[in-house]
């Protein structure tokens, strides 16, 4: 179970470290005016969060919250 439970997770981990990676590209390359800088990079990370969160609910659908990867209590009891 914490096995499964683990790979499970660090799939979520996965997309917060892509989410992260694109949240300082895309801010690094941000040209905008001093007064459009904080609305943008505001607008930048609302838009990745969405993203990520979406894949974060599309994976777990797809594996019915880890159950379908092994991650179901007890060990014994089969995915729901």
Request: proline share 6%.
């Amino acid at each position: 179970f914490s096995g499964a439970l683990r790979a499970h997770e660090a799939q979520h981990v996965e997309h917060a470290r892509l989410a992260g990676a694109a949240a300082v590209r895309e801010l690094r390359a941000l040209r905008a005016a001093c007064d459009a800088i904080g609305p943008a990079a505001t607008a930048i990370g609302q838009r990745l969060t969405s993203q990520f969160q979406a894949r974060d609910r599309e994976l777990d659908a797809r594996t019915r919250n880890g159950a379908t990867d092994g991650a179901v209590w007890p060990a014994s009891a089969p995915p729901p």
